[in-house]
């Protein structure tokens, strides 16, 4: 039996910041972890000397980017060039992203350029907060008169949120995100793996204790107060603190009566955003001019990352391609759009081919701002003393790593918080204060 201050469950970016902060607050911290390695939706795989994420990965200038730099991570890369070809009617068009291209672009009338270069610029200098609780389709038509702004709006704010349908996310989180986004997104050198490798660092610097291949089965619970991690293999650890850095769903599961507490009610309440992802490493680009693409009337997404990062030992263009999902999807079909896609942006990419890895269903993130969100999770769940959650899910207005970042920072905030308040109650009970 051991005892340490902290307990966080999961050892993804949530878990991996929780931790860190837990531990500069000087707390005994020891990080669980069921994979054999840590970090979660974010590792990178090298496959034949290419760096592949599960999936594009671009970290943009929110909560996370701030917190990884105030930790004093390094985070190698480059932010690209954000010239981009929408795909309308199965064929190639630039996008309005510089003076250039926005005379020139194909896709707009002279009216439709003023109207999204007008739009773009109040949107940079907007407070999003009143759009909180308006869809997106409600931003755009309230917003756009029109008709292909509109369309471009859709497949740029489909990006910052990954969610395929404009009726559910709630505006405002994402406009933020759009507005991070055009501050320049950073591709990160040897992917996100790279992150999370500095994060392990700090953490172990810290002294967290990482214990990895090791699945909590539940967190004990006695008279409404946390007491115990006890995981599959025997291994139990007392504690007055558990952060659970799981998906909403494992998070309900691990609480004895989870049914009364609030964990209930954020698993119900959640939806998740899913994509097919397919990346590929290739010799060279057939089409070198063509690195970047939305789409505007298919729900997919474009990016060479190896424009800004260093994806490949040996030279290869890493590209990285995502098919934003709805309910219904067919693992073969998505595959068979991707790669159309990449017969558009680069014709004869079959002959330069090293190595492609398709992944048919990846949960991008287990819940998000939407309309018929009851209440934000966390970061305490009020029913049980000393039970915090953290992760993507947990936004309370950030978007995908940022809301993993900030959640995880919330619920150390409100763990130091509730103990220095009940210092303080005992200081004043014994006539200190
Ligand atoms: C395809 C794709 C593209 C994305 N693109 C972007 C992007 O461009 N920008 C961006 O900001 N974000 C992006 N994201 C989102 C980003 O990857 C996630 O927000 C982030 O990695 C989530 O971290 P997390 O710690 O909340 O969750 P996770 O990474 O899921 O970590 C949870 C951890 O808990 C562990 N766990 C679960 N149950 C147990 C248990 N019982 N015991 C012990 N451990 C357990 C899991 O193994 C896992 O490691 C993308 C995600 C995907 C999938």
Not at 60 to 77: C, H, I, P, S, V
Not at 90 to 116: I, N, R, V
Not at 165 to 190: S, T
């Amino acid at each position: 039996m051991q005892k340490v201050d902290v307990v966080v469950v999961g050892g993804g970016i949530a878990g991996l910041t929780a931790a860190i902060y837990a531990a500069k607050a000087g707390k005994q911290t020891v990080v669980i972890e069921k994979q054999e390695r840590l970090g979660g939706r974010a590792i990178s795989n090298k496959k034949k000397r290419a760096y592949f994420n599960l999936g594009a990965h671009s970290l943009y200038k929110g909560d996370a980017y701030a917190t990884f730099r105030e930790l004093g991570l390094t985070l190698q890369g480059k932010q690209p060039s954000a010239f981009a070809y929408g795909v309308w009617k199965g064929k190639l068009s630039a996008l309005p992203s510089d003076m250039k291209s926005l005379f020139t672009t194909p896709l707009l009338s002279w009216k439709g350029k003023m109207e999204f270069a007008s739009c773009l610029m109040k949107l940079m200098k907007a407070d999003t907060h009143p759009f909180d609780r308006i869809s997106i389709r409600e931003w755009v038509e309230g917003n756009l008169r029109d008709p292909m702004v509109r369309n471009i709006f859709y497949s740029l704010l489909r990006a910052a949120s990954y969610v395929v349908g404009p009726d559910l996310p709630a505006a405002g989180p994402v406009l933020k995100q759009l507005q991070n986004a055009l501050k320049g997104a950073l591709y990160l050198d040897r992917g996100w793996g790279a992150l999370v490798e500095e994060l392990r660092t700090k953490a172990a610097d810290l002294g967290v204790r990482l214990l990895t291949n090791t699945k909590v089965s539940s967190v004990d619970i006695r008279g409404g107060i946390v007491r115990q991690v006890l995981c599959e293999d025997g291994t139990k650890i007392n504690t007055r603190h558990v952060i659970l850095a799981t998906p909403p769903a494992v998070a309900n599961d691990l609480v004895p009566f989870a049914e009364n507490t609030a964990l209930r009610t954020w698993k119900e309440q959640a939806i998740e955003v899913n994509a097919a992802c397919l990346d590929v490493a290739l010799n060279r680009l057939p089409k070198p001019k063509q690195q970047f693409a939305y789409g505007i009337d298919q729900t997919v997404l474009f990016s060479n990352y190896s424009r800004a990062a260093y994806l490949s030992d040996d030279g290869a263009q890493v590209i990285s391609l995502i098919k934003y999902q709805g309910k219904d999807t067919d693992a073969d079909k998505d595959l068979h759009e991707l790669e159309g896609v990449l017969d558009l942006m680069q014709p004869g990419w079959r002959d330069e081919l090293i190595v492609k890895q398709y992944l048919p269903r990846m949960t991008v993130c287990h819940d998000f701002m939407h309309l018929k969100r009851l209440e934000n999770p966390g970061p305490a769940v009020p029913e049980i003393q000393g039970l915090y959650v953290a992760g993507e899910w947990a936004s309370h207005g950030e978007v995908l790593v940022d809301a993993a970042t900030a959640s995880a920072k919330r619920a150390v905030q409100h763990m130091l918080s509730l103990e220095d308040k009940e210092r303080n109650a005992q200081y004043e009970h014994r006539g200190v204060i």
